[in-house]
Nanobody, 120 residues
Framework: QVQLVESGGDLVQAGGSLRLSCVASGSILSILDMGWYSQAPGKQRELVATMSSSGSTNYVDSVKGRFTISRDNAKNTVYLQMNSLKPEDTAVYFC??????????????WGQGTQVTVSS
């Protein structure tokens, strides 16, 4: 089994910064793409940023220049540095990993989410 655990969510003022972390553990052979998704109240979950195992990144336009995704493959960890936060960034942030397990199965695994609230 594979588990992803996020941390780092908090209440911050607009213009502030947060760093989210997500650690994957369990029967992991390798992790391909890792990414962050956000879900605001009453809205669908949407992509924020992804990073491949080789380092290629993809961002939603609304966070370009403010958020940075990075990962430590040795630690099975992905980070999201969030700067210049805006009230509209308020959401639950979920981590997702595309994982190849030790029994050679491959699938998407999600964390439980971490709340980010930005006050104006």
């Amino acid at each position: 089994q594979v588990q992803l655990v996020e941390s780092g969510g908090d209440l911050v003022q607009a213009g502030g910064s947060l760093r989210l972390s997500c650690v994957a553990s369990g029967s992991i052979l390798s992790i391909l793409d890792m990414g962050w998704y956000s879900q605001a109240p009453g809205k669908q979950r949407e992509l924020v940023a992804t990073m491949s195992s080789s380092g290629s990144t993809n961002y939603v336009d609304s966070v370009k220049g403010r958020f940075t995704i990075s990962r430590d493959n040795a630690k099975n960890t992905v980070y999201l540095q969030m700067n210049s936060l805006k009230p509209e960034d308020t959401a639950v942030y979920f981590c997702k990993g595309n994982v190849r397990t030790t029994n050679w199965m491959r699938g998407d695994y999600w964390g439980q989410g971490t709340q980010v609230t930005v006050s104006s």
